[in-house]
């Protein structure tokens, strides 16, 4: 489902037959503005996203943006104007502010993650712990916060998981049979394998076929050790239960990637509202 799909029909699921509060309380052909006022710090997201929704609902909206996605932004700012049909502004109201709290909650979160490992070459990246439907927004949030994406969905790469090794049969079973798939499909998709110990790692590392590797639950000491052991040969990234205040401590073991489902699944949505004036 598209953005726009993804818009038409959370429309539909808020106006139903129309929006009855503005139809009987507002004048036919009635104009005005609005403004909509940051209530709390954080960094912008959404502001795009905003401007294709006040487009679906009627195209003589004019928006204003006075900020940029990524922006930092403090209490009492201003992120954009709109000017246009009272009524149309109205309907659009409630879900320009339900996507942009939650995207500027995880933009902002995701942030405070990047200024964590400043200075060092690890980069932290988001997964598929996504509301579903509303992945594209969120990760796009993401990267707004100065994150960057993984995958999209299971269609952009092959990422052969714990439990994939088990139904495959082992790791070497689970990497040959995808590396046979890529040749008989003709795809061009990257391959990476999680590691849940040195003994695994080690079976990897002797069977090859991948371009990056996984290494999950690893405490940051052994982390620092798997990492020395694939330099140079494959990418690296460091996944399960890292948090803001351990982050940097497994930054420092030198590997490539961090993924943090946290910066998509436990957010807290920032506060906003549209005020006419």
């Excluded at 009987?24 to 909509?36: D, E, N, R, V």
């Excluded at 991948?210 to 330099?231: G, T, W």
Aim: aromatic share 6%.
């Amino acid at each position: 489902m598209t953005i726009d799909e993804i818009i038409l029909a959370a429309l539909a699921e808020d106006i139903g037959d129309g929006d009855h509060t503005s139809l009987s309380t507002i004048p036919p052909g009635a104009a005005g503005k609005a403004k909509l006022l940051i209530k709390q710090p954080g960094i912008i997201s959404g502001i795009e996203l905003a401007r294709r929704i006040f487009r679906a609902v009627d195209s003589h909206i004019v928006m204003l943006p006075l900020l940029k996605d990524g922006d930092p932004v403090s209490s009492g700012e201003v992120a954009f104007t709109v000017e246009g049909p009272s009524a149309s502004i109205l309907k659009a109201e409630r879900l320009v502010l339900n996507f942009m709290q939650r995207m500027i909650g995880i933009a902002t979160t995701t942030s405070m993650y990047v200024k964590a490992l400043e200075g060092l070459k690890t980069r932290v990246l988001d997964t598929r712990k996504t509301t579903p439907l509303l992945r594209e927004p969120e990760k796009m949030a993401v990267v707004h916060g100065g994150g960057f994406n993984h995958r999209f969905g299971l269609f952009d790469m092959i990422l052969i998981k714990d439990n994939h090794v088990d139904f495959a049969g082992g790791i070497v079973q689970a990497i040959t049979s995808a590396n046979q798939y890529l040749q008989r499909t003709g795809k061009s998709l990257k391959i990476e394998i999680e590691v849940r110990n040195f003994e695994e790692l080690q079976l990897v590392m002797e069977t090859g076929g991948v371009h990056r590797i996984m290494l999950d639950n690893f405490r940051p000491a052994d982390l620092a050790k798997a990492v020395q052991i694939i330099e140079g040969k494959y990418e690296t990234e460091a996944s399960g239960g890292i948090t803001l205040d351990t982050l940097r401590e497994y930054a420092e073991t030198g590997v490539d990637f961090i993924s943090v489902g946290a910066l998509t699944h436990q957010i807290r949505s920032l506060d906003l509202s549209l005020k006419a004036y």
